[in-house]
């Protein structure tokens, strides 16, 4: 069976010259939950752009086993969604039912498929019964569930999410964490947030200056203090006692 995401030897510089990332090296499993973790402007949210497609470079990288081309784009469209590190940026409807219809009617599906795809995903993030709601009266986390909605409604198997805990406060992020906890798929996390990445990440992969550091076991990538402390970053809470 082919990883739902793999790269090998991915290297992508900016316009000026300067090194994005380089040499990077990583396959992730279908229903694993990766945390990619580092200081700001480590590269972690230009990966998540590669794995969508969006930013082309050196080095090969394959979805469920294909190659990011013109000719498997629009399968592999159909396998990915992105979840974008502001969720207003994918609210832009008059109503909450019409951004998560969006991506149902551009798939060609039908309007009865379309409701059905639209009230199952606001089901899953607990926004039923809010449909006809204008997304910006919504507060800060029922907009990032309706932007995860906004994904789901569409069935991929593989969902990226930058900064997904951004603004929230305490509650809504630990309302975040539990509707990410219950989502079958394959899931990467962009996040600085330490505390945020230990309680759903079962995997972690630490990026500086563009380049893989460590990547293994979430809790001892992020246990180790002396690791995370040269590459800017706090031990986790719940890892606090544990610390090497």
């Given at each position: 069976?082919?990883?739902?995401?793999?790269?090998?030897?991915?290297?992508?510089?900016?316009?000026?010259?300067?090194?994005?990332?380089?040499?990077?090296?990583?396959?992730?499993?279908?229903?694993?939950?990766?945390?990619?973790?580092?200081?700001?402007?480590?590269?972690k949210s230009t990966l998540l752009l590669v794995m969508a497609g969006f930013v082309k470079g050196t080095g090969k990288v394959l979805i469920d086993g294909l190659k990011i081309n013109r000719?498997?784009?629009?399968?592999?469209?159909?396998?990915?969604?992105?979840?974008?590190?502001?969720?207003?940026?994918?609210?832009?409807?008059?109503?909450?039912?019409?951004?998560?219809?969006?991506?149902?009617?551009?798939?060609?599906?039908?309007?009865?498929?379309?409701?059905?795809?639209?009230?199952?995903?606001?089901?899953?993030?607990?926004?039923?019964?809010?449909?006809?709601?204008?997304?910006?009266?919504?507060?800060?986390?029922?907009?990032?569930?309706?932007?995860?909605a906004t994904i789901l409604s569409m069935a991929p198997q593989i969902i990226t999410l930058d900064e997904p805990d951004g603004s929230l406060?305490?509650?809504?992020?630990?309302?975040?964490?539990?509707?990410?906890?219950?989502?079958?798929?394959?899931?990467?996390?962009?996040?600085?947030?330490?505390?945020?990445?230990?309680?759903?990440?079962?995997?972690?992969?630490?990026?500086?200056?563009?380049?893989?550091?460590?990547?293994?076991?979430?809790?001892?990538?992020?246990?180790?203090?002396?690791?995370?402390?040269?590459?800017?970053?706090?031990?986790?809470?719940?890892?606090?006692?544990?610390?090497?």
């Open positions: 069976m082919p990883k739902a995401i793999e790269l090998k030897n991915f290297s992508y510089s900016y316009s000026d010259g300067t090194a994005a990332l380089t040499d990077i090296s990583l396959s992730v499993e279908h229903g694993q939950r990766l945390a990619l973790i580092g200081p700001n402007g480590a590269g000719k498997n784009l629009k399968k592999i469209r159909t396998l990915f969604g992105s979840c974008l590190e502001n969720p207003d940026d994918q609210l832009f409807m008059p109503t909450l039912f019409d951004d998560v219809a969006f991506g149902p009617l551009n798939m060609g599906l039908e309007a009865e498929q379309v409701k059905i795809c639209v009230a199952k995903a606001l089901q899953t993030v607990g926004l039923a019964g809010m449909a006809d709601k204008a997304p910006h009266h919504l507060s800060a986390g029922q907009k990032r569930a309706a932007a995860i406060d305490p509650r809504n992020r630990n309302n975040l964490i539990q509707l990410l906890e219950g989502l079958p798929q394959t899931l990467v996390i962009a996040t600085c947030n330490m505390n945020f990445a230990a309680a759903l990440a079962d995997r972690a992969v630490l990026l500086d200056k563009g380049r893989i550091i460590a990547d293994g076991n979430a809790g001892e990538i992020m246990s180790d203090s002396k690791l995370m402390t040269e590459h800017g970053l706090e031990v986790p809470d719940e890892f606090a006692g544990d610390r090497l």
